[in-house]
Nanobody
Framework: QVQLVESGGGLVQPGGSLRLSCAAS????????VDWYRQAPGKQREFVAS???????VYKDSVKGRFTISRDNARNTVYLQMNSLKPEDTAVYYC?????????WGQGTQVTVSS
């Protein structure tokens, strides 16, 4: 069973930066599509960014130019670098790894953007 563990969340002022990490217990990221999602209070979980095989990336429109998803296969870790953070980025951020028909979720990490 693959486990995903997110880290790097916290409280940051508007305009600040955070880097989230998603570490896998197994060596799957070089084969998997890995996505970041987020869920704000009272809202549905939404897609944020994706990195696919060959390092092809996709982003939600509202984070383009501010967030960067990357992968370090040697460390079994996917990162989400978040710059120019806004209060509306406040949410619990989750990583998801899809490998064929299998889908794995982490427990989430809280990001709060507030002055």
């Amino acid at each position: 069973q693959v486990q995903l563990v997110e880290s790097g969340g916290g409280l940051v002022q508007p305009g600040g930066s955070l880097r989230l990490s998603c570490a896998a217990s197994g060596n799957i990221f070089d084969m998997a599509v890995v996505d970041w999602y987020r869920q704000a209070p009272g809202k549905q979980r939404e897609f944020v960014a994706s990195i696919q095989r060959g390092s092809f990336t996709v982003y939600k429109d509202s984070v383009k130019g501010r967030f960067t998803i990357s992968r370090d296969n040697a460390r079994n870790t996917v990162y989400l670098q978040m710059n120019s953070l806004k209060p509306e980025d406040t949410a619990v951020y989750y990583c998801n790894a899809k490998l064929g028909v299998l889908s794995y979720w982490g427990q989430g990490t809280q990001v709060t953007v507030s002055s």
